[in-house]
């Protein structure tokens, strides 16, 4: 095996490597590359790590463009293979050309945005970019008791927290008079009627396929009762399309176009009575907007029918409709009908929980936006409905943050450990294993350290442990604290290796959750608050940063005049 070989080999990885994780590649991740790649020519570990720890440093120090194009001449298959991983893996769109796809994301403004409208909210903006299109943020605010004037700030600061920008944004409610107008056009076409049957006989009457006296209505009365409905003299009424009553769809069933709602609206207040229903406002704005591929999930496919048969009706232009199956997490349900009563009952802290798959809380939890695309998109856009694991979630978000978070000491539930003939250490540790430009700081060590209970609690007197990157200790006494004592610094083969910090610690909570369902009931047990010692080191993190501790996890720091809290991510 010649060394010119693994040192090409190794070049190519890393360069694949590093263009990968923003310009840096990470050595164990190349080590591993090298060794599959040239696993025929039964090259040994010992031979290829020096060669690659050497290439790796070499390569990060280009720019990325520099890498890009050493790469492109060295491996260009690898190089393509990369970029379609790293940006998109989406399907094309039919009938799709560059720069006429239009697309958007139809929030109602009700809530904080969760991860099922962030998969919505992704693949309609990734689309948009994939054809150089248009994207536009529209709020479908047409039920005033559902609308909350909160939300629609709330919502678009959750969409530019994800990433998401978008070219045009408008609310439905502020298109009510074209609504209307379209409304008369198909009362005059004798294509709608005002219903003012009670709700129960109307939803009888869908049910067993029969049609009610107000369908006989001629079609001047009609408009006569719209305008009755608008100008407040009637109640109770509702605009249905004619449909037919016999249809084996039953969303076909002369559904329901028009209702009163007597609420006020955030943003029209009383102005307006009469709103249009989801099928009605969904399918005239997804054309009159321009929109060419609306996405919606899969729950309406029986209504398409409906979307299609009003913009012919109207002759509007008919938008290329996709569906996509609901994205949910298992364990971590999205409905306001579960999470509601959690909160008025104090159970979960708020919409920004880091139990829940709400984009804020996931964010509080230390999953960054990037990690959150790449599961949307790794989830893709198929019919099938399925419940997703959140350790995918995890995955993707370790995988980015990684390379970049620095590493602090953190034990938790502490116990006193007193060392005899400690020598007393000045030691410079790094803050990443890898990328050296992270820095690092200096741990001075004395007789008195803290190590994990969970850990001590396996070992007995006599035996001998390491504390991690520092030296043996052996256990002379065991009881409220340990009493040890120096055991020398040559590394014994499987002695245990525990976390420490010194006495110089600082004291934090960190917020551990769990699923907080289980067999779709609220899990007690969810959420973990556990004490521990961190470094002192850890009081300068800033707000918002993540880190590892060792030997326990990524954690997203909150740092409010020198509190710290820690936010558990995962392992
Ligand atoms: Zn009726």
Same mark, same amino acid.
């Given at each position: 095996?010649?060394?010119?070989?693994?040192?090409?080999?190794?070049?190519?990885?890393?360069?694949?490597?590093?263009?990968?994780?923003?310009?840096?590649?990470?050595?164990?991740?190349?080590?591993?590359?090298?060794?599959?790649?040239?696993?025929?020519?039964?090259?040994?570990?010992?031979?290829?790590?020096?060669?690659?720890?050497?290439?790796?440093?070499?390569?990060?120090?280009? =720019?990325?463009?520099?890498?890009?194009?050493?790469?492109?001449?060295?491996?260009?298959?690898?190089?393509?293979?990369?970029?379609?991983?790293?940006?998109?893996?989406?399907?094309?769109?039919?009938?799709?050309?560059?720069?006429?796809?239009?697309?958007?994301?139809?929030?109602?403004?009700?809530?904080?945005?969760?991860?099922?409208?962030?998969?919505?909210?992704?693949?309609?903006?990734?689309?948009?970019?994939?054809?150089?299109?248009?994207?536009?943020?529209?709020?479908?605010?047409?039920?005033?008791?559902?609308?909350?004037?909160?939300?629609?700030?709330?919502?678009?600061?959750?969409?530019?927290?994800?990433?998401?920008?978008?070219?045009?944004?408008?609310?439905?409610?502020?298109?009510?008079?074209?609504?209307?107008?379209?409304?008369?056009?198909?009362?005059?076409?004798?294509?709608?009627?005002?219903?003012?049957?009670?709700?129960?006989?109307?939803?009888?009457?869908?049910?067993?396929?029969?049609?009610?006296?107000?369908?006989?209505? =001629?079609?001047?009365?009609?408009?006569?009762?719209?305008?009755?409905?608008?100008?407040?003299?009637?109640?109770?009424?509702?605009?249905?399309?004619?449909?037919?009553?016999?249809?084996?769809?039953?969303?076909?069933?002369?559904?329901?176009?028009?209702?009163?709602?007597?609420?006020?609206?955030?943003?029209?207040?009383?102005?307006?009575?009469?709103?249009?229903?989801?099928?009605?406002?969904?399918?005239?704005?997804?054309?009159?907007?321009?929109?060419?591929?609306?996405?919606?999930?899969?729950?309406?496919?029986?209504?398409?029918?409906?979307? +299609?048969?009003?913009?012919?009706?109207?002759?509007?232009?008919?938008?290329?409709?996709?569906?996509?199956?609901?994205?949910?997490?298992?364990?971590?349900?999205?409905?306001?009908?579960?999470?509601?009563?959690?909160?008025?009952?104090?159970?979960?802290?708020?919409?920004?929980?880091?139990?829940?798959?709400?984009?804020?809380?996931?964010?509080?939890?230390?999953?960054?936006?990037?990690?959150?695309?790449?599961?949307?998109?790794?989830?893709?856009?198929?019919?099938?409905?399925?419940?997703?694991?959140?350790?995918?979630?995890?995955?993707?978000?370790?995988?980015?943050?990684?390379?970049?978070?620095?590493?602090?000491? +953190?034990?938790?539930?502490?116990?006193?450990?007193?060392?005899?003939?400690?020598?007393?250490?000045?030691?410079?540790?790094?803050?990443?294993?890898?990328?050296?430009?992270?820095?690092?700081?200096?741990?001075?060590?004395?007789?008195?350290?803290?190590?994990?209970?969970?850990?001590?609690?396996?070992? =007995?007197?006599?035996?001998?442990?390491?504390?991690?990157?520092?030296?043996?200790?052996?256990?002379?006494?065991?009881?409220?604290?340990?009493?040890?004592?120096?055991?020398?610094?040559?590394?014994?083969?499987?002695?245990?290796?525990?976390?420490?910090?010194?006495?110089?610690?600082?004291?934090?909570?960190?917020?551990?959750?769990?699923?907080? +369902?289980?067999?779709?009931?609220?899990?007690?047990?969810?959420?973990?608050?556990?004490?521990?010692?961190?470094?002192?080191?850890?009081? =300068?993190?800033?707000?918002?940063?993540?880190?590892?501790?060792?030997?326990?996890?990524?954690?997203?720091?909150?740092?409010?005049?020198?509190?710290?809290?820690?936010?558990?991510?995962?392992?």
């Amino acid at each position: 095996m010649s060394t010119d070989k693994i040192h090409q080999t190794a070049r190519i990885y890393a360069l694949q490597n590093a263009i990968q994780f923003e310009g840096k590649a990470n050595s164990k991740a190349v080590i591993g590359k090298v060794i599959a790649a040239l696993q025929k020519e039964r090259v040994s570990p010992k031979d290829v790590i020096p060669v690659v720890n050497i290439v790796v440093k070499e390569v990060n120090v280009l =720019s990325l463009e520099k890498q890009i194009a050493e790469l492109k001449k060295l491996a260009p298959e690898l190089l393509k293979k990369e970029k379609k991983e790293r940006d998109f893996s989406l399907p094309e769109l039919p009938d799709a050309k560059k720069g006429k796809v239009v697309t958007r994301f139809p929030p109602e403004p009700n809530g904080y945005l969760h991860i099922g409208h962030a998969k919505a909210a992704i693949v309609d903006y990734e689309y948009a970019k994939m054809y150089d299109g248009k994207f536009i943020l529209r709020f479908d605010d047409t039920n005033p008791e559902n609308a909350q004037l909160e939300f629609y700030d709330a919502q678009k600061e959750d969409l530019r927290w994800l990433g998401i920008k978008w070219d045009e944004e408008y609310n439905t409610s502020d298109h009510l008079e074209t609504h209307y107008k379209l409304a008369e056009q198909l009362i005059k076409q004798g294509d709608a009627y005002v219903c003012k049957c009670p709700p129960d006989a109307v939803k009888d009457g869908r049910f067993h396929g029969k049609e009610c006296d107000c369908r006989a209505v =001629s079609n001047e009365k009609n408009l006569d009762l719209w305008k009755d409905m608008i100008s407040s003299s009637v109640e109770g009424a509702i605009l249905r399309l004619r449909g037919d009553m016999k249809c084996a769809n039953t969303a076909m069933r002369d559904p329901t176009l028009f209702r009163i709602i007597d609420k006020p609206h955030p943003r029209h207040g009383d102005k307006y009575r009469v709103w249009p229903t989801y099928d009605f406002a969904g399918a005239v704005e997804d054309s009159l907007s321009g929109v060419t591929h609306p996405f919606r999930t899969k729950e309406y496919e029986l209504r398409d029918e409906c979307y +299609f048969r009003l913009l012919e009706l109207l002759k509007l232009r008919k938008p290329h409709l996709m569906e996509f199956a609901r994205l949910s997490i298992e364990g971590m349900p999205v409905s306001k009908r579960k999470i509601k009563p959690l909160i008025d009952k104090k159970l979960v802290s708020g919409y920004d929980d880091i139990r829940l798959p709400t984009l804020r809380g996931l964010a509080k939890r230390g999953i960054i936006p990037e990690a959150i695309k790449q599961f949307v998109i790794s989830q893709g856009i198929s019919k099938t409905e399925s419940s997703a694991a959140f350790s995918l979630v995890e995955a993707f978000n370790r995988k980015l943050v990684d390379p970049i978070a620095k590493r602090y000491f +953190f034990v938790g539930y502490p116990m006193k450990l007193v060392v005899k003939n400690a020598p007393k250490q000045k030691k410079s540790i790094p803050l990443h294993p890898t990328d050296k430009n992270l820095g690092s700081r200096t741990i001075k060590t004395d007789s008195t350290f803290f190590i994990p209970k969970a850990d001590m609690d396996k070992l =007995s007197v006599g035996d001998i442990f390491r504390l991690k990157d520092l030296y043996n200790v052996k256990i002379t006494k065991k009881n409220k604290e340990i009493f040890g004592e120096y055991a020398g610094e040559e590394l014994i083969a499987d002695s245990a290796k525990l976390q420490w910090t010194t006495d110089n610690f600082m004291k934090m909570i960190v917020f551990v959750p769990g699923l907080l +369902f289980e067999k779709d009931e609220y899990n007690p047990n969810s959420l973990e608050k556990l004490v521990g010692y961190a470094e002192e080191a850890v009081s =300068s993190i800033k707000s918002g940063e993540i880190v590892q501790f060792e030997r326990f996890g990524f954690v997203r720091i909150e740092n409010n005049k020198n509190k710290i809290t820690g936010f558990f991510a995962h392992k």
